[in-house]
């Protein structure tokens, strides 16, 4: 926990709230209920009302699944922005063989979530076949803008969520394109290092698809 300085974005309001800014999956399983359901940094301005989300740098911890994120909160990555967060995690704690991610948002984080909940793929495989699943897309409307795209469950089925300008929608995530991620990109998909943190996106997705 941590207390944080807010200035609400509409009244300018000053506040200070206690944030969660380490989450252990095996200590506090109710938290990570709460972040998927936007409840963990909901805040609601006490002067004017104002909702939003926020975005606040913190760990997420999964020991069993040996999964480690980090949200840098729309911040760049530096060397001291990750020392300071992994204050945060018991020094007993052994990473070198874990997978450890860097995500932009809390958004990003939640679909990484999404993504060891669904258990059937690798964050890796799912940018690629979100990759792959774009370029469908663009086949039957090549015209539209896709602002973002986020691998979901939605009503237990997995999903892609896209955002276009205009309009949001889920398209059915599809086995096959899985089955042929796996099968054509195994090698540089099961690649990503462990214990050494990396950014698994999709621009990630598109150097590896081009061959860089
Ligand atoms: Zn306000």
Not at 69 to 92: C, G, R
Not at 151 to 168: R, V
Not at 176 to 189: D, I, V
Request: with cysteine.
């Amino acid at each position: 926990m941590s207390t944080i300085n807010l200035s609400c974005p509409v009244c300018q309001h000053k506040s200070q709230k206690d944030m969660i800014t380490y989450i252990d999956t095996s200590k506090n399983p109710e938290l990570v209920g709460k972040l998927l359901m936007n409840e963990l940094y909901f805040f609601e301005c006490s002067n004017c009302g104002a909702k939003r989300q926020l975005e606040v740098q913190m760990v997420f911890h999964d020991p069993e699944e040996k999964v480690l994120l980090i949200n840098l909160a729309n911040q760049d990555y530096t060397e001291k922005l990750k020392d300071n967060l992994m204050k945060y995690i018991p020094s007993n704690f052994d990473l070198s063989d874990y997978d450890l991610r860097l995500v932009r948002n809390i958004p990003e984080l939640v679909e990484k979530i999404q993504i060891l909940q669904f258990g059937k793929a690798s964050d890796s495989i799912i940018e690629i076949v979100k990759l792959l699943t774009d370029g469908l897309f663009m086949k039957q409307k090549p015209d539209a803008q896709i602002l973002n795209r986020f691998f979901t469950i939605a009503k237990g089925a997995p999903k892609i969520y896209y955002i276009l300008e205009d309009e949001q929608f889920f398209v059915d995530y599809n086995d096959s394109l899985q089955e042929f991620a796996e099968e054509k990109y195994k090698k540089a998909a099961k690649e990503t290092p462990k214990g050494e943190f990396i950014t698994v996106n999709q621009k990630w997705a598109v150097n590896l698809l081009e061959g860089k």
